[in-house]
């Protein structure tokens, strides 16, 4: 395996997994190593793929942690720790199927996903997927549908497997929950005017103020719950209301720039939908969120795009 070929992400699970093995003196280094490695990653494809396939229980994926580091307990170990842990046969075979999927796919670099995928097919990691109460099948599939494109997108870059899916992996869907949330009382006028506000051509960026515990949230999940029935102008009938997770974007971003390539990925996705409502929660909080040395913070990323009106933008500040 050369290195050079590997995405950013798919080499920090590899040097993440070896350092495990190395650290517990482990006579090889295999595949549940790799499993840990990548369900350690907490914004990481394959803790939402599990979270996805278990119909957004975000235990399940911890609980695929736990059974994974208890199997690992009992892997063979070397009373004397070495320099170097040799690669198991298993893991080599999932590394060569990995290895004909990205030549398949056409891609320039072996991605975390197409690592995923082949990962998932070793009967180990099925199994505990299995113990954690989730299919590895459904596992699967969703990392297809967070690759995105139909699996037909090209990594073409050390980054290209950064930019999959990124509403799905730094937001959530509040029209696709809005049947859970809580009826909204008492906020129509808020609602409507914050509607009104977003069927605008330019300055369609509303903010929601007031001290916290107020209904801040909740207006937008009012929206929410008006767009899955309809109860909207009609430029937004049919609209996603995302609410962007800073969080999970500002999360383990390691290398320089890494913050602004998520964030222009989820700012790409907005605007080629076309019908997304992008919520900010806290939107204060993205004054300087992301930014090192000579790169461009989120409130400036943002602002291009705001006020060309490319797409709309809501946020709540207490």
């Known amino acids: 395996m050369n290195p050079g070929k590997l995405t950013h992400k798919a080499d920090e699970a ?23 490695a990548l369900a350690a990653d907490r914004s990481g494809i394959l803790r939402q793929a599990i979270a996805h396939a278990s119909g957004g229980n975000e235990d399940a994926a911890d609980s695929f942690e736990r059974v994974v580091t208890a199997a690992m307990e009992a892997l063979p170990w070397q009373p004397e720790r070495t320099d170097t842990v040799p690669l198991s046969p298993e893991l080599a075979g999932v590394l060569r199927r990995a290895q004909s999927a990205q030549r398949a796919r056409r891609n320039f670099y072996l991605s975390v996903d197409v690592l995923l995928v082949c990962l998932l097919e070793e009967l180990p990691i099925s199994d505990a997927l299995t113990e954690a109460g989730v299919a590895a099948s459904r596992v699967k599939a969703e990392v297809e549908k967070l690759r995105g494109g139909g699996g037909s997108r090209r ?3 050390a980054s290209g497997d950064a930019n999959f899916q990124p509403l799905r992996a730094y937001g959530r869907d ?20 914050v509607a009104v506000i977003l069927s605008r051509r330019t300055k369609n960026n509303p903010v929601l103020i007031g001290a916290p515990g107020v209904g801040k949230t909740a207006i937008v999940e009012g929206l929410a719950q008006r767009v899955l029935r309809g109860d ?5 009938r ?16 390691t290398y320089h720039g890494q913050f602004e390539v998520r964030l222009k990925a989820v700012l790409r996705e907005v605007e080629a939908d076309g019908k997304v409502v992008l919520f900010i929660d806290e939107i204060h909080l993205v004054l300087g969120a992301g930014r090192t040395q000579g790169s461009m913070d989120a409130a400036n990323l943002l602002k291009p795009a705001t006020i060309d009106g490319l797409h ?5 500040n207490s």
């Open 155 to 157: 990594v073409e870059s």
């Open 238 to 253: 049919g609209a996603r209301v995302v609410e962007l997770d800073v969080g999970a974007l500002v999360a383990c971003a």
């Open 312 to 316: 709309s933008t809501g946020g709540g």
């Open 174 to 193: 509040l029209v696709a929950v809005a049947g859970k949330l809580d009826p909204v009382i008492g906020r129509d006028d808020e609602i409507r005017r």
């Open 14 to 36: 590899l040097s993440a997994a070896y350092e495990m093995a190395s650290e517990a003196s482990h006579k090889q280094f295999g595949p549940m190593h790799l499993a840990a």
């Open 232 to 236: 909207v102008p009609g430029g937004h």
